[in-house]
Protein backbone atom coordinates (compact mmCIF):
# COMPACT_ATOMS: atom_id res chain seq x y z
CA UNK A 1 0.00 0.00 0.00
CA UNK A 2 2.98 2.21 1.01
CA UNK A 3 4.78 2.12 -2.20
CA UNK A 4 2.13 2.82 -4.33
CA UNK A 5 1.19 5.39 -2.14
CA UNK A 6 3.76 6.91 -2.85
CA UNK A 7 4.22 5.99 -6.84
CA UNK A 8 1.23 8.18 -7.20
CA UNK A 9 2.92 11.03 -5.18
CA UNK A 10 5.42 11.11 -7.57
CA UNK A 11 3.26 12.80 -10.40
CA UNK A 12 3.61 16.54 -9.23
CA UNK A 13 -0.45 17.70 -9.89
CA UNK A 14 -1.27 14.99 -7.67
CA UNK A 15 0.25 15.77 -4.88
CA UNK A 16 0.03 19.55 -4.89
CA UNK A 17 -3.93 18.48 -5.33
CA UNK A 18 -3.74 16.19 -2.49
CA UNK A 19 -0.91 17.77 -0.15
CA UNK A 20 -3.36 19.12 2.72
CA UNK A 21 -4.50 15.70 3.97
CA UNK A 22 -0.53 14.13 3.51
CA UNK A 23 1.18 13.49 6.61
CA UNK A 24 4.40 11.94 7.04
CA UNK A 25 3.37 10.01 9.70
CA UNK A 26 0.65 8.22 7.68
CA UNK A 27 4.15 6.23 6.40
CA UNK A 28 5.77 3.57 8.11
CA UNK A 29 9.37 4.33 9.03
CA UNK A 30 11.12 3.88 6.11
CA UNK A 31 8.80 4.92 3.60
CA UNK A 32 7.97 7.86 5.97
CA UNK A 33 12.02 8.99 5.24
CA UNK A 34 10.91 8.65 1.56
CA UNK A 35 7.53 10.63 1.35
CA UNK A 36 9.59 13.57 3.36
CA UNK A 37 12.31 13.78 0.21
CA UNK A 38 9.31 13.33 -2.28
CA UNK A 39 7.48 16.65 -0.73
CA UNK A 40 10.91 18.69 -0.33
CA UNK A 41 11.68 17.75 -4.27
CA UNK A 42 8.10 18.87 -4.75
CA UNK A 43 8.47 22.34 -3.27
CA UNK A 44 11.92 22.56 -4.56
CA UNK A 45 11.46 21.50 -8.17
CA UNK A 46 7.46 21.53 -8.84
CA UNK A 47 7.83 18.94 -11.42
CA UNK A 48 7.20 14.88 -11.42
CA UNK A 49 9.89 12.98 -10.07
CA UNK A 50 11.73 9.80 -11.44
CA UNK A 51 13.13 7.31 -8.99
CA UNK A 52 16.62 7.82 -10.28
CA UNK A 53 15.56 11.74 -9.41
CA UNK A 54 14.21 10.91 -6.03
CA UNK A 55 17.20 8.67 -5.01
CA UNK A 56 20.31 10.82 -6.16
CA UNK A 57 17.92 13.81 -4.36
CA UNK A 58 17.52 11.53 -1.26
CA UNK A 59 21.49 10.73 -1.29
CA UNK A 60 22.84 14.51 -1.48
CA UNK A 61 20.44 15.10 1.33
CA UNK A 62 22.07 12.55 3.32
CA UNK A 63 25.81 12.34 2.71
CA UNK A 64 26.63 10.79 5.98
CA UNK A 65 23.93 7.93 6.08
CA UNK A 66 25.52 4.44 6.27
CA UNK A 67 25.67 1.86 3.75
CA UNK A 68 22.95 -0.34 5.42
CA UNK A 69 20.37 2.26 5.30
CA UNK A 70 21.23 3.57 2.24
CA UNK A 71 21.23 0.27 1.21
CA UNK A 72 17.67 -0.01 2.78
CA UNK A 73 16.38 3.46 1.07
CA UNK A 74 17.59 2.17 -2.46
CA UNK A 75 15.24 -1.20 -2.12
CA UNK A 76 12.38 0.75 -1.12
CA UNK A 77 12.62 3.44 -3.79
CA UNK A 78 12.96 0.13 -6.63
CA UNK A 79 9.82 -1.28 -5.10
CA UNK A 80 7.96 1.97 -5.42
CA UNK A 81 8.79 1.83 -9.39
CA UNK A 82 7.40 -1.65 -9.73
CA UNK A 83 4.78 -1.49 -7.33
CA UNK A 84 1.18 -1.18 -9.30
CA UNK A 85 -0.41 2.56 -9.77
CA UNK A 86 -3.11 3.13 -7.93
CA UNK A 87 -6.44 4.53 -9.89
CA UNK A 88 -6.21 8.69 -8.83
CA UNK A 89 -9.67 8.42 -6.94
CA UNK A 90 -9.01 5.47 -5.15
CA UNK A 91 -5.89 6.68 -4.19
CA UNK A 92 -7.76 10.15 -2.92
CA UNK A 93 -9.81 7.65 -0.68
CA UNK A 94 -7.27 6.09 0.57
CA UNK A 95 -5.03 9.62 1.84
CA UNK A 96 -8.54 10.76 3.37
CA UNK A 97 -9.60 7.24 5.16
CA UNK A 98 -6.12 7.09 7.28
CA UNK A 99 -5.82 11.74 7.29
CA UNK A 100 -9.35 11.06 9.44
CA UNK A 101 -7.49 8.01 11.65
CA UNK A 102 -4.29 10.04 12.83
CA UNK A 103 -7.08 12.90 13.40
CA UNK A 104 -8.79 10.54 15.52
CA UNK A 105 -5.58 9.56 17.26
CA UNK A 106 -4.63 12.92 17.66
CA UNK A 107 -7.52 13.87 19.35
CA UNK A 108 -7.50 10.82 21.73
CA UNK A 109 -4.00 11.62 22.50
CA UNK A 110 -5.16 15.19 23.50
CA UNK A 111 -7.80 13.38 25.45
CA UNK A 112 -5.39 11.15 27.58
CA UNK A 113 -3.26 13.92 28.25
CA UNK A 114 -6.22 15.97 29.66
CA UNK A 115 -7.19 13.33 31.90
CA UNK A 116 -3.62 13.28 33.57
CA UNK A 117 -4.38 17.37 33.90
CA UNK A 118 -2.61 18.94 31.32
CA UNK A 119 -3.78 22.39 31.29
CA UNK A 120 -2.51 23.20 27.53
CA UNK A 121 -4.27 20.08 26.10
CA UNK A 122 -7.42 21.45 25.55
CA UNK A 123 -5.76 24.43 24.04
CA UNK A 124 -4.17 22.32 21.52
CA UNK A 125 -7.34 20.17 21.16
CA UNK A 126 -9.39 22.96 20.21
CA UNK A 127 -6.66 24.39 17.85
CA UNK A 128 -6.75 20.92 16.11
CA UNK A 129 -10.64 21.18 15.74
CA UNK A 130 -10.85 23.86 14.29
CA UNK A 131 -7.86 23.32 11.94
CA UNK A 132 -9.84 20.16 10.37
CA UNK A 133 -13.08 20.73 10.63
CA UNK A 134 -13.42 22.09 6.95
CA UNK A 135 -10.50 19.74 6.29
CA UNK A 136 -7.52 21.38 6.48
CA UNK A 137 -4.25 20.85 8.34
CA UNK A 138 -1.94 23.25 10.40
CA UNK A 139 0.77 23.00 7.49
CA UNK A 140 -2.15 24.47 4.84
CA UNK A 141 -1.31 27.31 2.49
CA UNK A 142 -3.17 30.41 2.88
CA UNK A 143 -5.26 31.80 0.19
CA UNK A 144 -3.47 34.30 -2.28
CA UNK A 145 -3.70 37.97 -1.57
CA UNK A 146 -6.41 39.89 -3.74
CA UNK A 147 -4.82 41.97 -6.66
CA UNK A 148 -7.93 44.12 -6.71
CA UNK A 149 -6.57 47.29 -5.81
CA UNK A 150 -9.83 48.63 -4.51
CA UNK A 151 -10.18 45.96 -2.26
CA UNK A 152 -6.41 46.95 -0.83
CA UNK A 153 -6.92 50.44 -0.30
CA UNK A 154 -10.55 49.54 1.34
CA UNK A 155 -8.31 48.21 4.19
CA UNK A 156 -6.35 51.24 5.15
CA UNK A 157 -9.20 53.56 4.73
CA UNK A 158 -11.02 55.63 7.46
CA UNK A 159 -14.50 54.99 5.03
CA UNK A 160 -13.86 51.30 7.47
CA UNK A 161 -12.96 52.31 10.66
CA UNK A 162 -14.94 53.83 13.53
CA UNK A 163 -14.14 56.82 14.80
CA UNK A 164 -12.43 58.31 18.13
CA UNK A 165 -15.11 60.67 19.06
CA UNK A 166 -12.03 62.36 20.40
CA UNK A 167 -11.60 65.53 18.19
CA UNK A 168 -7.90 66.21 19.55
CA UNK A 169 -7.14 62.18 18.87
CA UNK A 170 -9.14 61.51 15.72
CA UNK A 171 -7.28 64.61 14.05
CA UNK A 172 -4.06 62.31 13.82
CA UNK A 173 -5.65 58.68 14.47
CA UNK A 174 -8.98 58.98 12.81
CA UNK A 175 -10.02 55.67 14.21
CA UNK A 176 -9.88 52.17 14.42
CA UNK A 177 -11.12 48.98 11.79
CA UNK A 178 -12.17 45.31 11.91
CA UNK A 179 -9.13 43.36 12.25
CA UNK A 180 -7.15 45.69 14.38
CA UNK A 181 -6.16 45.41 17.89
CA UNK A 182 -5.48 48.32 20.18
CA UNK A 183 -4.57 49.08 23.49
CA UNK A 184 -5.72 51.61 26.43
CA UNK A 185 -2.92 51.37 29.17
CA UNK A 186 -2.90 53.35 32.12
CA UNK A 187 -2.24 53.49 36.05
CA UNK A 188 -4.99 53.06 38.65
CA UNK A 189 -7.83 55.78 38.80
CA UNK A 190 -6.29 57.62 35.58
CA UNK A 191 -9.73 56.65 33.62
CA UNK A 192 -9.15 53.88 31.27
CA UNK A 193 -12.41 52.28 31.56
CA UNK A 194 -14.25 55.89 31.51
CA UNK A 195 -12.37 56.41 28.17
CA UNK A 196 -13.06 52.86 26.79
CA UNK A 197 -16.78 53.90 27.32
CA UNK A 198 -16.56 57.27 26.20
CA UNK A 199 -15.33 56.11 23.06
CA UNK A 200 -18.30 53.21 23.05
CA UNK A 201 -21.15 55.23 24.01
CA UNK A 202 -20.77 58.67 24.34
CA UNK A 203 -22.08 61.49 21.82
CA UNK A 204 -20.47 60.10 18.22
CA UNK A 205 -19.26 57.22 19.40
CA UNK A 206 -19.09 53.19 18.04
CA UNK A 207 -22.35 52.84 18.97
CA UNK A 208 -23.80 56.19 17.64
CA UNK A 209 -21.96 55.04 14.23
CA UNK A 210 -23.94 51.83 13.84
CA UNK A 211 -21.46 49.60 15.19
CA UNK A 212 -22.61 46.66 17.53
CA UNK A 213 -19.93 46.96 20.82
CA UNK A 214 -19.31 44.24 23.05
CA UNK A 215 -17.80 45.06 26.36
CA UNK A 216 -16.38 42.15 28.49
CA UNK A 217 -16.16 43.12 31.75
CA UNK A 218 -13.76 40.84 34.10
CA UNK A 219 -12.54 43.06 36.49
CA UNK A 220 -15.58 45.50 38.00
CA UNK A 221 -19.00 43.93 38.07
CA UNK A 222 -20.40 44.88 34.38
CA UNK A 223 -23.40 46.36 35.78
CA UNK A 224 -21.52 48.62 37.25
CA UNK A 225 -19.41 49.54 33.64
CA UNK A 226 -22.98 49.98 32.26
CA UNK A 227 -24.15 52.23 34.28
CA UNK A 228 -21.19 54.67 33.21
CA UNK A 229 -22.17 53.69 29.78
CA UNK A 230 -26.09 54.83 30.37
CA UNK A 231 -24.13 58.04 32.06
CA UNK A 232 -21.92 58.56 29.08
CA UNK A 233 -24.43 58.33 26.59
CA UNK A 234 -27.35 60.59 28.26
CA UNK A 235 -24.81 62.73 29.75
CA UNK A 236 -27.04 62.22 33.14
CA UNK A 237 -25.01 62.15 36.29
CA UNK A 238 -25.55 59.15 38.90
CA UNK A 239 -27.75 61.14 40.81
CA UNK A 240 -30.01 62.70 37.46
CA UNK A 241 -30.05 59.21 36.65
CA UNK A 242 -31.75 58.12 40.44
CA UNK A 243 -34.10 61.07 40.48
CA UNK A 244 -35.55 60.08 37.37
CA UNK A 245 -34.74 56.51 35.80
CA UNK A 246 -37.47 56.11 33.29
CA UNK A 247 -36.06 58.71 31.29
CA UNK A 248 -32.73 57.71 31.14
CA UNK A 249 -33.79 54.43 29.94
CA UNK A 250 -36.02 56.36 27.06
CA UNK A 251 -32.84 57.96 26.22
CA UNK A 252 -30.40 55.19 26.90
CA UNK A 253 -32.82 53.10 24.04
CA UNK A 254 -30.92 54.95 21.11
CA UNK A 255 -28.01 52.66 21.71
CA UNK A 256 -28.59 49.61 24.19
CA UNK A 257 -29.27 46.88 21.42
CA UNK A 258 -25.82 47.86 19.96
CA UNK A 259 -23.87 47.88 23.57
CA UNK A 260 -24.18 44.40 25.38
CA UNK A 261 -22.00 44.04 28.44
CA UNK A 262 -20.67 40.51 29.86
CA UNK A 263 -19.24 39.41 33.20
CA UNK A 264 -16.51 37.51 31.98
CA UNK A 265 -14.92 36.75 35.73
CA UNK A 266 -12.34 33.91 34.97
CA UNK A 267 -12.73 33.34 31.52
CA UNK A 268 -10.21 31.90 29.56
CA UNK A 269 -9.08 32.73 25.91
CA UNK A 270 -11.08 29.92 24.49
CA UNK A 271 -14.56 31.46 26.39
CA UNK A 272 -13.78 34.70 24.97
CA UNK A 273 -13.37 32.68 20.95
CA UNK A 274 -16.59 31.46 21.98
CA UNK A 275 -18.26 34.21 23.07
CA UNK A 276 -17.25 36.51 19.95
CA UNK A 277 -18.18 33.89 17.68
CA UNK A 278 -21.98 33.80 18.93
CA UNK A 279 -22.15 37.43 19.29
CA UNK A 280 -20.37 38.42 15.71
CA UNK A 281 -19.90 42.01 16.78
CA UNK A 282 -18.40 44.94 15.05
CA UNK A 283 -16.01 45.92 17.82
CA UNK A 284 -15.00 43.86 21.37
CA UNK A 285 -13.72 46.17 24.76
CA UNK A 286 -11.92 43.88 27.18
CA UNK A 287 -11.84 45.19 30.36
CA UNK A 288 -8.86 43.95 32.05
CA UNK A 289 -7.23 42.44 28.76
CA UNK A 290 -4.41 41.39 31.24
CA UNK A 291 -6.75 38.88 33.30
CA UNK A 292 -7.72 36.71 30.44
CA UNK A 293 -6.79 32.90 31.11
CA UNK A 294 -4.51 30.87 29.20
CA UNK A 295 -4.41 27.13 29.70
CA UNK A 296 -0.67 27.20 28.57
CA UNK A 297 1.58 27.11 31.14
CA UNK A 298 4.88 29.35 30.88
CA UNK A 299 7.79 29.95 32.68
CA UNK A 300 7.39 33.90 33.38
CA UNK A 301 4.44 36.32 33.66
CA UNK A 302 5.98 38.19 30.45
CA UNK A 303 5.94 35.03 27.89
CA UNK A 304 2.07 34.51 29.40
CA UNK A 305 1.07 38.18 28.68
CA UNK A 306 2.93 38.31 24.20
CA UNK A 307 1.37 34.83 24.10
CA UNK A 308 -2.38 36.43 25.53
CA UNK A 309 -1.70 39.22 23.39
CA UNK A 310 -1.04 37.75 20.50
CA UNK A 311 -4.29 35.48 20.95
CA UNK A 312 -6.08 38.78 21.06
CA UNK A 313 -4.99 39.57 18.11
CA UNK A 314 -5.26 36.80 16.21
CA UNK A 315 -8.84 37.06 17.60
CA UNK A 316 -9.80 40.37 15.81
CA UNK A 317 -8.54 38.89 12.68
CA UNK A 318 -9.91 35.83 13.24
CA UNK A 319 -14.01 37.76 14.07
CA UNK A 320 -13.30 40.50 11.57
CA UNK A 321 -13.67 42.46 14.42
CA UNK A 322 -11.94 45.39 16.20
CA UNK A 323 -11.01 44.67 19.74
CA UNK A 324 -9.39 47.20 22.53
CA UNK A 325 -8.02 45.14 25.20
CA UNK A 326 -7.21 47.51 28.59
CA UNK A 327 -4.15 47.21 30.35
CA UNK A 328 -2.63 47.95 34.00
CA UNK A 329 0.31 50.52 33.45
CA UNK A 330 2.71 49.84 36.34
CA UNK A 331 3.70 52.45 39.24
CA UNK A 332 6.45 53.86 37.07
CA UNK A 333 3.46 55.72 35.57
CA UNK A 334 1.68 57.28 38.72
CA UNK A 335 1.36 61.26 38.61
CA UNK A 336 3.21 61.19 34.98
CA UNK A 337 0.91 62.70 31.76
CA UNK A 338 3.14 61.13 29.12
CA UNK A 339 3.68 57.32 29.53
CA UNK A 340 6.01 55.39 27.73
CA UNK A 341 6.52 51.75 26.49
CA UNK A 342 8.87 50.94 28.90
CA UNK A 343 5.27 51.59 31.63
CA UNK A 344 3.33 48.79 30.85
CA UNK A 345 3.03 46.01 33.55
CA UNK A 346 4.37 42.44 32.89
CA UNK A 347 5.19 43.06 29.42
CA UNK A 348 7.09 45.55 27.43
CA UNK A 349 8.15 43.84 24.47
CA UNK A 350 5.52 41.65 24.51
CA UNK A 351 2.69 43.89 24.37
CA UNK A 352 4.09 46.42 22.28
CA UNK A 353 4.95 43.63 19.35
CA UNK A 354 1.24 42.53 19.14
CA UNK A 355 -0.59 45.94 19.12
CA UNK A 356 -1.58 48.06 16.02
CA UNK A 357 -2.34 50.96 17.90
CA UNK A 358 -1.19 51.87 21.63
CA UNK A 359 -2.47 54.60 23.96
CA UNK A 360 -0.76 55.58 27.23
CA UNK A 361 -3.72 57.20 29.74
CA UNK A 362 -1.24 59.60 32.13
CA UNK A 363 -2.85 62.58 34.42
CA UNK A 364 -0.67 64.78 36.54
CA UNK A 365 0.06 64.61 40.01
CA UNK A 366 -0.72 67.93 41.26
CA UNK A 367 -1.67 68.06 45.25
CA UNK A 368 -3.71 71.33 44.71
CA UNK A 369 -5.50 70.37 41.82
CA UNK A 370 -6.55 66.72 42.61
CA UNK A 371 -9.40 66.65 40.97
CA UNK A 372 -7.69 68.21 37.52
CA UNK A 373 -10.11 66.97 34.29
CA UNK A 374 -6.98 67.25 32.21
CA UNK A 375 -6.09 63.78 30.68
CA UNK A 376 -2.97 62.92 28.46
CA UNK A 377 -3.33 60.60 25.58
CA UNK A 378 -0.14 59.66 24.13
CA UNK A 379 0.01 57.74 20.75
CA UNK A 380 3.06 54.87 21.94
CA UNK A 381 2.48 53.00 18.81
CA UNK A 382 0.42 53.16 15.59
CA UNK A 383 0.65 51.26 12.72
CA UNK A 384 -2.98 52.42 11.81
CA UNK A 385 -1.65 56.37 10.55
CA UNK A 386 1.75 56.47 12.10
CA UNK A 387 1.58 59.34 14.15
CA UNK A 388 2.84 59.50 17.71
CA UNK A 389 2.78 62.03 20.05
CA UNK A 390 0.56 63.12 22.73
CA UNK A 391 -2.83 65.09 22.65
CA UNK A 392 -5.23 66.48 25.64
CA UNK A 393 -8.45 66.45 26.69
CA UNK A 394 -10.56 66.39 29.39
CA UNK A 395 -12.39 63.99 31.76
CA UNK A 396 -15.92 64.61 33.43
CA UNK A 397 -16.13 61.76 36.04
CA UNK A 398 -19.68 62.54 36.83
CA UNK A 399 -20.57 61.49 33.55
CA UNK A 400 -17.86 58.88 32.20
CA UNK A 401 -17.52 61.47 28.84
CA UNK A 402 -14.46 62.44 27.15
CA UNK A 403 -13.91 65.45 25.40
CA UNK A 404 -12.26 68.53 24.21
Not at 133 to 139: F, I, R, W
Request: some cysteine; overall charge negative.
Amino acid sequence: MDQSLLKTCLNNEFYNTNKAKLRADIFEDTTKEIYQTIASMHTKFETDISSTDLFSFWKSQNPTSTQSWTDEIKEQIDDIYVAPILNDTVAIDVIENIWRQKIGLDVADLGIKMSEGDASAMDSLVTLIERVSVGYMPDDFAEDVTDDIYELLSVVSNDNRFKFNIETLSRYVFGIARGEFGVIAAYSNVGKTAFAISLCAAPAGFCQQGAKVCYVANEEVAKRTKLRAIQAYTGLTKEEIEFDPQVAAARYSGIKDRLIFADAQGWDIQMLDTYMKKQKMDCLIVDMADKIALTTTFNSGHERLRELYYRLRELAKKHNCAVIGLSQASAEAEGKTRLTPTMLEGSKVGKISETDILFGLGKSDDANNPDDPTRYITVMKNKISGWHGTVLCNLDGKTSRYGV
